[in-house]
């Protein structure tokens, strides 16, 4: 009971900070958007082809999420540990009965809602806009713990980068240097078979690539591949726990 | 170190120490604090009141012993203390309320206060719908103070509350402090202001380069090392030049650019000083009896005014 209290209102004071931050609010909801405009509808994707961009739209779905459930969580966990750490908030928090796991878990809570809404609206748009055919399939309300999950693992890991990174500028130049080599090289818009061989084992090793297999098997062409999604959604629920394990582990409880 | 303790302290630090690389931040500090007490550790800006405070809440990795309540800092109950760090800066898009309804939303129902009362107690009544970032620095300061207060905390540490304060505020969070002591809380209190200690402290921790120089109630603290009580004369008259011709007998002067100082001037002594002062024909612009405070024990332990202390460390 008083956990949950605790949890609670971590959660709506997190939830207020980051509803009341107009640009990141804004650029949650606007860059993957941004991103599906350039490569759905400029660019366009042409399947047959050769080289990048050259798969079915469908194929590329995976990384329009990515591109929102990548890079929010880890640049809003990472600078809010660092903007805590600035102001004193995790020595006041240490003398308080909240516990490191708990604020992780509430601040991955109010990023999972957010990014829900940013990765809904976008799997709309994608499909408005790109031409993908995802039929209507229970099955595709996998997506929905998929795309919960994968926040709550990059939640972990961006607490780890606010952690070792040691400001707020420190934040987003890391999460940045991490986020993109995640985001082209975990089969979401580059095709493992595109890459040099000897570098193909290590695409096993991005915790993104379980989460692109996972949408790709609900919204690729033909019905949904329920056993391998399924698959990969453990997979990612297994590192999710993992990662909030570490980045509780990390959340400074000192000076 | 201070023993002068009978029940079970609510802070006891034995042999603390902190080390940040080369530089000793605290130095074998041993202190105790008696239940419904209020502490006062003053000095300057970096001599490691900051670090002592951390190191007594467990948040810095310090050496030594720490005990609160009895127990030592892992087995606390974390819901009996309240915090105000020093540099804390809260949230800034929350208001004034929604602030302290946070912090109340982390501890059990039975153990947290009613908002409204906490924020009417620092003075913040009018505010509670304004967002910190919109408060003034004062404000900001009350509001980081209400936070500590949510939980009705059996110790309180407060690192520098009034640092911004205004002069009104700061009386106000005097009272405060004086009323929570009166209702049994614990204080531990920071402050790099000799007067605010004195005011509030029982007992006042002096500090300095990382070690504690002095500890005792500020009048003892006083009375022990701060010398006596002295007259100061300010006047343009050339009768200074020659502090015989005063009359001044048996009391020490010195001449000061603004006049001269007698020292030494007890509560009986003044009329004869003051009438000395008059006889010698020395047209006083302004005479003043000052007792030595903190301020002159600090400097006659240290052989460091206290002023300078500060200005050197900025």
Same mark, same amino acid.
């Given at each position: 009971m008083t956990r949950l209290r605790r949890l609670r209102a971590e959660f709506t004071a997190e939830r207020r900070s980051f509803l009341r931050r107009r640009t990141a609010v804004f650029f949650t909801f606007v860059f993957p958007l941004l991103v599906v405009l350039i490569f759905g509808v400029l660019v366009q994707t042409d399947g047959g082809g050769v080289g990048l961009f050259a798969r079915p739209p469908a194929f590329y779905v995976p990384g329009y999420l990515a591109v929102v459930v990548l890079f929010t969580p880890l640049s809003r966990v990472g600078s809010t540990v660092a903007r805590h750490r600035d102001g004193a908030r995790f020595e006041k928090l240490a003398t308080t009965p909240l516990r490191r796991w708990e604020w992780l878990l509430a601040h991955a809570v109010v990023?999972?809602?957010?990014?829900?809404?940013?990765?809904?609206?976008?799997?709309?748009?994608?499909?408005?806009?790109?031409?993908?055919?995802?039929?209507?399939?229970?099955?595709?309300?996998?997506?929905?713990?998929?795309?919960?999950?994968?926040?709550?693992?990059?939640?972990?890991?961006?607490?780890?980068?606010?952690?070792?990174?040691?400001?707020?500028?420190?934040?987003?130049?890391?999460?940045?240097?991490?986020?993109?080599?995640?985001?082209?090289?975990?089969?979401?818009?580059?095709?493992?078979?595109?890459?040099?061989?000897?570098?193909?084992?290590?695409?096993?090793?991005?915790?993104?690539?379980?989460?692109?297999?996972?949408?790709?098997?609900?919204?690729?062409?033909?019905?949904?591949?329920?056993?391998?999604?399924?698959?990969?959604?453990?997979?990612?629920?297994?590192?999710?726990?993992?990662?909030?394990?570490?980045?509780?582990?990390?959340?400074?409880?000192?000076? | 170190m201070d023993t002068d303790v009978t029940a079970t302290p609510a802070v006891e630090a034995v042999d603390v120490s902190r080390r940040y690389g080369d530089v000793v931040a605290l130095d074998g500090v041993s202190l105790s604090v008696a239940p419904g007490a209020v502490?006062?550790?003053?000095?300057?800006?970096?001599?490691?009141?900051?670090?002592?405070?951390?190191?007594l809440t467990g948040t810095t990795d310090a050496t030594g012993e720490v005990r609160l309540f009895g127990d030592p800092l892992p087995a606390v109950d974390r819901a009996r203390l309240g915090l105000l760090p020093q540099s804390f800066s809260p949230a800034d898009r929350l208001t004034a309320r929604?602030?302290?309804?946070?912090?109340? $939303?982390?501890?059990?129902?039975?153990?947290?206060?009613?908002?409204?009362?906490?924020? *009417?107690?620092? %003075?913040?009544?009018?505010?509670?719908?304004?967002?910190?970032?919109?408060?003034? $620095?004062?404000?900001?300061?009350?509001?980081?103070?209400?936070?500590?207060?949510?939980?009705? &905390?059996?110790?309180?540490?407060?690192?520098? &509350?009034?640092? %911004?304060?205004? &002069?009104?505020?700061?009386r106000s969070l005097h009272g405060l402090v004086a009323r929570l002591a009166d209702e049994g809380t614990?204080?531990?209190?920071?402050?790099?202001?000799?007067?605010?200690?004195?005011?509030?402290?029982?007992?006042?921790?002096?500090?300095?380069?990382?070690?504690?120089?002095?500890? %005792? &109630?500020?009048?003892?603290?006083?009375?022990?090392? $701060? %010398?006596?009580?002295?007259?100061?004369?300010?006047? *343009?008259?050339?009768?200074?030049?020659d502090p015989p011709a005063l009359g001044l007998d048996g009391f020490d002067v010195e001449r000061t650019t603004e006049g001269f100082v007698v020292t030494d001037v007890g509560a009986a002594d003044l009329p004869d000083v003051v009438e000395s002062v008059v006889a010698a024909e020395v047209s006083p612009d302004a005479v003043t009896w000052a007792r030595p405070g903190l301020e002159e024990a600090y400097f006659r332990l240290t052989g460091e005014a206290f002023a300078d202390a500060e200005a050197e460390r900025r």
């Open positions: 990023n999972a809602a957010v990014i829900g809404l940013a990765a809904l609206l976008l799997f709309v748009l994608t499909l408005l806009l790109t031409g993908v055919a995802a039929a209507p399939a229970p099955a595709l309300l996998l997506l929905v713990p998929l795309v919960a999950l994968a926040t709550v693992l990059f939640c972990g890991v961006g607490c780890v980068v606010g952690r070792v990174a040691g400001s707020q500028d420190g934040v987003i130049a890391a999460s940045n240097a991490l986020a993109l080599p995640l985001l082209f090289l975990s089969e979401t818009f580059v095709a493992a078979d595109q890459l040099p061989a000897w570098f193909r084992p290590a695409v096993g090793l991005s915790p993104l690539t379980y989460f692109a297999r996972g949408v790709r098997a609900l919204v690729g062409s033909g019905d949904p591949a329920v056993g391998v999604a399924l698959t990969n959604l453990a997979v990612v629920a297994a590192l999710a726990v993992v990662a909030v394990a570490a980045g509780a582990a990390a959340v400074p409880r000192t000076d | 502490f006062g550790l003053v000095g300057p800006n970096g001599a490691g009141k900051t670090t002592l405070v951390r190191a929604e602030l302290v309804d946070y912090y109340a $939303g982390l501890y059990d129902p039975r153990r947290a206060r009613d908002v409204d009362a906490v924020l *009417a107690e620092v %003075g913040l009544a009018d505010d509670t719908a304004v967002r910190y970032e919109n408060l003034s $620095g004062g404000q900001r300061r009350r509001v980081c103070v209400a936070t500590a207060l949510v939980n009705d &905390p059996d110790l309180l540490f407060l690192d520098e &509350p009034t640092a %911004g304060v205004d &002069p009104a505020g700061r614990t204080v531990f209190l920071t402050s790099h202001s000799m007067d605010e200690v004195e005011t509030l402290a029982d007992r006042v921790g002096l500090v300095r380069d990382g070690s504690l120089v002095a500890v %005792g &109630p500020p009048d003892g603290l006083v009375a022990e090392h $701060g %010398g006596h009580a002295r007259v100061l004369v300010e006047t *343009a008259s050339d009768a200074v030049a």
